[in-house]
Structure formats: C-alpha cells, structure tokens
C-alpha cells in the first residue's frame, strides 16, 4: 500500500475531514497520512482507540514515535495522557490499551535501526519558551538528534510564521489554526514539506499550537521490507 508515498512533493491532509478505517483490531481506528508497506509499514497516522479497547501485543522493529491527542493511552509502562511524547525504539514490545479511549498521533518504522533509546515525556508540564528571532512564537523542544529536531510550537494570534529547513518539514494542527496560500489548516490538518521547501504562514486570530519535525526528509523513506 502506498499513502503520500512521493516524498519529493508538498501534501497537505485535513485528517479531521476523513473518516475513520478500522484497523485489524476491533476498536481500533485510523486516518492514514502516509504509508509505505502493509500492516507492517513506514507510516503516519491518527489512530483512535475506542474505550475499553486494545491493541494486540506487538514488537517494533523499526521504533514508533506518537503524540496523544487526547484520552489516555496505557501499556506495560504507565499511563500517558493528552500531551505525552513518547519515542519507544526498534525491537521494543509493548501491548497497547485505552481504559477511557484516546486519540494518537503516530509514525512508524522511522528510527534509526540502531536507536535503542526511550522517551516518555509529559508536555503539560514543561514550559514553552520564546524563539530566538522568530516574534510571536515560542517553543516546547521534544528530541534532537543527527536526523530530526521534533518539537511543539505556540503561535501567537496574527503571528507571521517562516519556517525553512533543508531536510523538510512535517507539522500537525494539535489546536487554533492558520492560513497558508489561502488555505485555513485546523486541528488534526497534516502538512509535509520537501527537503529544500519552505512554509510561510500567518496564525488565526485564536493562535495556533503545533507539532513539527525537521530535516528528517532528506533521506530516502523506505518501506520496511526495503529498509
């Protein structure tokens, strides 16, 4: 299967607007963003989880990053609420649940294969900081390293956003919203910008928090049968 599987174009998805594909696990749903592969697969997702539902245990071969949107996502290794940024890297293994149900962003199979390293954060309680140079912006950083800079943004109301990287661009509406071209991005609204491309922007009159990743664009996206 392939999603948005030309990494050398802009796409934009106003995943708010799709309906949702069940997954192979009753209760389990999804927006698909991009994919390269089958269930077994590089992709970017929404994934809802009904409540009382769960998620068969598995293993990640190539590492799962995901941000919950909202509800609560649990496994083996705790409870994680609306704002948790949580990297669980290749070869680990988990069995995902959701007592109340959850909403999640999630990008699979996108690591470097000798990444062995775990984050979990809580970003209710860190403290978005202002941008050097960038007025009306500040940033909340989540993980940096040779590959990607992922971090979360708040634009303030009418705040003029440039954003350029040479390894490209990927962002995710969390709330608020802004205008690009003429089109209106909301929550849930996906954009992913070629290595190489800019984005220019102006936040609505409510502001705008963002989840952005940088410069990981750059390299060739592989299903994991190629990888």
């Not at 796409?11 to 390269?36: K, Q, T, Y």
């Not at 089109?183 to 849930?188: C, G, L, N």
Request: overall charge neutral; hydrophobic content about 40%.
């Amino acid at each position: 299967m392939e999603v948005n599987a030309d990494f050398s174009k802009r796409v934009v998805v106003h995943a708010a607007r799709l309906p949702w594909s069940p997954s192979p696990i009753v209760g389990v749903e999804r927006r698909m963003l991009d994919r390269i592969g089958g269930e077994v697969a590089r992709a970017t997702s929404i994934v809802r989880y009904a409540a009382n539902s769960h998620f068969s245990a598995h293993t990640h071969g190539g590492g799962e990053e995901f941000l919950v949107l909202d509800g609560v996502f649990s496994d083996e290794h705790g409870d994680f609420a609306a704002g948790s940024y949580i990297r669980n890297p290749p070869t680990s293994r988990h069995t995902p649940r959701s007592a109340p149900g959850c909403t999640i962003f999630v990008k699979l199979w996108q690591f470097d294969s000798a990444d062995r390293a775990y984050l979990r954060t809580d970003t209710a309680q860190m403290r978005f900081l202002p941008a050097p140079g960038r007025p009306g912006v500040d940033i909340l950083p989540l993980y940096q390293d040779a590959r990607e800079t992922v971090r979360l943004e708040r634009w303030r109301a009418g705040a003029d956003i440039s954003l350029q990287d040479p390894g490209g661009i990927e962002l995710l509406v969390l709330d608020g919203a802004f205008s690009d071209g003429g089109e209106r991005f909301e929550a849930q609204s996906w954009l992913r910008l070629p290595a190489g491309s800019a984005l220019t922007a102006r936040a609505g009159v409510e502001g705008c928090r963002v989840w952005v990743k940088s410069g990981h664009l750059a390299r060739p996206q592989t299903a994991p049968s190629a990888a």
